[in-house]
């Protein structure tokens, strides 16, 4: 029995993709304060994901306020965060 594959809008894709990008930013930290980064990560995607599907503003909001703090957080000057 095989499964379809789960079809996802262009948001979806763009959301997943962000938090995928996320953890490959975080492998370039050290590696003592990857745990540190990926708590972070999955604390802030939680905390928005009562968002509702169809709140295509707020997503899109979203999505450019996190790839605009993906960009600051990748910075090598960056090694640590805190929760």
């Known amino acids: 029995m095989s499964t379809a594959p789960v079809r996802r ?6 959301v997943i993709a962000l938090y995928r990008n996320c953890f490959r930013a975080a492998r370039l930290k050290p590696e003592a ?5 990926h708590a972070f990560i999955r604390m802030e995607f939680r905390k928005h994901s009562e968002v ?4 295509f503003a ?4 979203l999505l ?3 790839k605009r703090r993906l ?13």
């Not at 809008?9 to 763009?14: A, H, I, K, R, Y």
């Not at 509702?52 to 709140?55: A, L």
């Not at 960009?71 to 640590?80: F, G, N, Q, R, T």
């Open 64 to 66: 450019r306020t996190g």
């Open 9 to 14: 809008s262009g948001l979806q894709q763009d």
């Open 52 to 55: 509702k599907q169809r709140d």
């Open 33 to 37: 304060n990857r745990p540190h980064f």
């Open 71 to 83: 960009k600051v957080y990748s910075a090598p000057s960056i090694e640590d965060v805190t929760i």
């Open 58 to 61: 707020t997503i899109e909001y």
